[in-house]
């Protein structure tokens, strides 16, 4: 019998053949996942610089809503119409001469500065703005008022720098109201002729835009909504919005006195009635026609914070005026928003 002797079958494996074929089918897979990765990761900035840009354009539409409602609120004091002469006092005013606010107490005929005043596209700015790198020829916005929570006077302290506005509610006071520094001149009182009456602190807010947020060593070439603030006695400007690029307002003139726009205008300082309205009700006296102002339509032009692609290149955008903005060539995505505001403490006493 012949002993057994095991015998082994030949190995077995991948050819060379296979192994490429599998390497290859693996590069290709491989290929793919990364470039669905690229996409999502590419939509997805995409989608967080436009949200980015709606936040951007939603929230500067806000912050001129809530400022612009309040426009022209002088505490309790509600003169109605005819009552106090509208002034127009220069925004760069800084309170060291209380006269230059606009304000007079006259009890015959007392002054107020006009709830908003504007700025037309292509007039000169003032001077603490254009100073401020305002885009030459933008327009601005100046908003008039005090702020909404008062103080007694009796917590001033006799060295006091800020401008108060006060009221009385008094029947034998004839004043119509004080607006002044010092504590020691506030004090009307109550409508029992007894109580100290509430003071309220008077702030100037002005918006304009400027073509960097930061403009120290040349700017950063970032559109940027600012603001310029007398507040608190002293002045200071701060960037609000990044991408504003231009805006535009638009301002409804009340001129039969009851309390709708009859017609909306872009500069109400002319001194002969645009097309749109009627002769009748307009001033050529120009505080006269800003303190006929109910709303203000706004419209602002944002633009997003990176380069996008041509895809957004060629397009017009409708501002509100005559002809359309653009078409840009630089591949930035824009989009315009609009509003229309209306100024309550204006338009309330009217209806």
Avoid at 166 to 171: G, I, T
Avoid at 239 to 252: C, I, K, Q, R, T
Avoid at 290 to 297: E, K, P
């Amino acid at each position: 019998m012949m002993p057994f002797t095991p015998r082994f079958s030949r190995s077995k494996g991948l050819s060379l053949v296979e192994i490429l074929i599998s390497l290859s089918l693996g590069a290709f897979m491989l290929l793919g996942i990364i470039s669905l990765i690229a996409s999502v990761s590419s939509t997805r900035q995409a989608l967080t610089k436009t949200s980015e840009q709606i936040e951007n354009g939603r929230y500067a539409l806000q912050l001129f809503a809530e400022d612009v409602a309040m426009a022209g609120f002088y505490g309790r004091f509600h003169p109605g119409v005819g009552v106090a002469t509208p002034t127009l006092p220069d925004p760069c005013a800084t309170g060291s001469v209380l006269s230059e606010l606009g304000f007079n107490n006259s009890a015959v005929s007392p002054q107020l500065p006009v709830a908003v005043a504007g700025y037309a596209s292509g007039t000169a700015l003032p001077s603490c703005i254009s100073d401020e790198s305002a885009v030459v020829g933008s327009e601005a916005l100046v908003v008039h008022r005090v702020a909404p929570t008062p103080i007694l006077a009796s917590t001033l302290s006799a060295g006091n720098t800020v401008p108060y506005f006060q009221v009385s509610d008094c029947s034998t006071v004839t004043t119509a109201f004080v607006f002044d520094k010092d504590p020691s001149n506030l004090t009307l009182t109550e409508k029992d002729c007894l109580t100290e009456a509430e003071v309220w602190p008077y702030q100037v807010r002005s918006y304009f835009i400027t073509n960097c947020e930061d403009c120290s060593d040349g700017g950063d070439s970032k559109p940027s909504l600012k603001v310029r603030e007398y507040m608190g006695g002293s002045t200071s400007t701060h960037a609000l919005v990044s991408g504003v690029e231009d805006m535009h307002f638009s301002y409804g003139i009340d001129l039969n006195v009851d309390g709708g726009p009859d017609c909306y205008v872009d500069d109400p300082s002319v001194d002969v009635a645009p097309s749109t309205c009627t002769t009748a009700g307009w001033s050529t006296v120009d505080a006269e026609n800003w303190a006929d102002v109910v709303s203000v339509r706004v419209y602002l032009l944002v633009r997003g914070s990176e380069v996008a692609g041509d895809i957004h290149n060629g397009k017009t955008f409708d501002m509100g005026r005559a002809s359309r903005v653009g078409p840009f060539t630089d591949g930035f995505k824009r989009q315009v928003y609009s509003s229309v505001i209306t100024i309550p403490n204006v338009a309330g006493a009217r209806e």
